[in-house]
């Protein structure tokens, strides 16, 4: 359990790498986070491309949907953001937001926001799971292993963290056996946020890009911390449905239709706790296995695109 001073200062800490310094003509530069990836993770850059595409719209024109593209890995060190602001309407915005590492483009994004307007409203019902109470919380997993957890896991990985994930359906995070295509998992930031909504769905964003790719592997008794497992985000595509606070408990409900092509794609929802769909996601990545032993595993290196 992370004590309130510790958890206040890692949440802080996240609230600042999703602070961008203006650099004009709708470009920003912001910092990077070394989580213990090979290259820099990439809810970071989803959080941060779309809180520079929202400092460029009207706040009263929420995010509603984002798409992205993960062209190159990124290094853990700044990267630029540049918004083009593509279409104003009277109801709809529309940007898009090119993220560059030493000259190279690394990451594209687009997304589109709405004034806040009365519709038809309906929803896919809550799954029953069971509630974070009582579940350890992924590190406390990963502290368990104790020498089974491989060496270059043995920093970063177990250090706490300002977003707690607790799966609903742990599993051994080594040799996991195979089973459906399906997992749920609690999350929140671990104290309170600043009341910014574009703080709390740039958090959101960010943590959805964790354990999403997991469920295309779930059938084939995978794990990212095997080391034979090479997995690189290929898009990312999120729609928020209502308001919610990061900062509550929300259960990311997870599946995956289809893995084929060295390819596999995950869906996820995100309710609160009172059963309100607050949140989609669909990602797709590379999954490339590798034989036991080979020094590719070994290396821990990020996986080619």
Known sequence: MTDPATAA????ELVELMRLEPLGDDHFLAQSEDI???AVFGGQVLGQSLVAASRTVAADRPVHSMHAYFLLPGEHAPIEYAVDRVR???SFSTRHVVARQRNRIIFEMSASFQ????GIEHQLPMPAEAGPEGLLSEVEQRRALGDRLPERWRNAAIAPHGIEYRRVDPDDLLTPAPRPPQAALWMRAIAPLPDDPVVHRALLAYASDHGLLRAAMLPHGLSFMSGRVRPA???HAMWF???FRMDDWLLYVIDSPSAGGARGLSRGSLFTRDGRLVAS???EGMIRV???GSPWAISGGAAPI
Do not use: I, K
Not at 9 to 12: E, P, S, Y
């Open 9 to 12: 200062r890692l949440v802080g």
């Open 36 to 38: 213990g990836t090979p």
């Open 88 to 90: 104003d309407g009277r």
């Open 115 to 118: 004034t806040v307007d009365e």
């Open 233 to 235: 985000s290929l898009d």
């Open 241 to 243: 449905h209502r308001d």
């Open 281 to 283: 996601a669909v990602q």
């Open 290 to 292: 590798m034989p036991e």
